[in-house]
C-alpha cells in the first residue's frame, strides 16, 4: 500500500473518519506493529472480515447497497450538503465540487480480520445527520472505547471546529507515544 511506504517513521496514529475506518482497517491488517494507535472521528468501525455496507445497522445496509449499486458511490448533492451543515457556503461548494467517488469494492470487499492496537479512542459528533451518534457510539463500543469524546457538530468536525478537534488529536497522539514507549 502506498499510503504505508510514504510514512517516515516506523510507529505512527492513525486518525481514521468515516469511511476513512475502512483504510484504518486495511493498515492493521497490513502492518498493524507499526500502528501506535487508532483515533476514529464519527468513523465507520468494520466488523472484521464484514465491508463499509455491511457494518452498517439495518435498514441502512439494505438502503446503501441498492442506492450504491443503482446510483454509484458519488452521494446526490443534497446529501454532500447535508454532510457540511455549519459550515459556510463556499466551502459546502468546494466539498460538492471537489468530492471524487470511491469505487464500489471501497464499500463492498471485506475488512481484514484483525485486532485494534491496544491505543484506541474514539470522537462522537453529535449533530451528525450522516452518521448519527448512537451509531458512532456503537463504532466507538466496537473498537473498545467506553466514553468517547464528544464534539457537538455535524459530519465534518475538521472544518466545522477544528479549534475544538486538533486539542482531543493532540493528547491522544502524546498518549499514543507514552503508551508505546513505556
Known amino acids: 500500500m502506498a499510503a504505508l511506504d510514504a510514512v517516515a517513521t516506523d510507529r505512527f496514529v492513525i486518525v481514521a473518519h468515516s469511511a476513512g475506518g475502512m483504510v484504518a482497517a486495511e493498515i492493521l491488517g497490513l502492518q498493524p506493529d507499526?500502528?501506535?494507535g487508532l483515533l476514529g472521528v464519527s468513523c465507520v468501525v468494520p466488523k472484521p472480515?464484514?465491508?463499509f455496507i455491511a457494518?452498517?445497522?439495518f435498514p441502512n445496509r439494505v438502503i446503501l447497497?441498492?442506492?450504491m449499486r443503482v446510483l454509484g458511490t458519488r452521494p446526490p448533492?443534497?446529501?454532500l450538503r447535508a454532510q457540511a451543515a455549519g459550515l459556510r457556503e463556499a466551502v459546502a461548494d468546494e466539498i460538492v465540487s471537489a468530492f471524487a467517488p470511491e469505487s464500489q469494492r471501497y464499500y463492498r470487499d471485506p475488512a481484514p480480520k484483525t485486532l485494534?492496537?491496544?491505543h484506541r479512542g474514539y470522537v462522537c459528533t453529535t449533530r451528525d445527520d450522516e452518521l448519527p451518534e448512537p451509531v458512532q457510539r456503537s463504532f466507538a463500543r466496537r473498537l473498545g472505547v467506553e466514553r468517547p469524546e464528544e464534539l457537538a457538530t455535524g459530519h465534518l468536525p475538521m472544518l466545522?471546529?477544528?479549534d475544538s478537534l486538533v486539542p482531543i488529536i493532540g493528547a491522544f497522539v502524546d498518549s499514543?507515544?507514552?503508551t508505546s514507549s513505556g
Open 160 to 162: 466545522e471546529d477544528p
Open 116 to 118: 485494534a492496537p491496544a
Open 55 to 57: 457494518s452498517m445497522p
Open 77 to 79: 448533492e443534497k446529501a
Open 34 to 36: 507499526r500502528v501506535a
Open 49 to 51: 472480515g464484514a465491508s
Open 65 to 67: 447497497g441498492l442506492v
Open 176 to 178: 499514543a507515544a507514552r
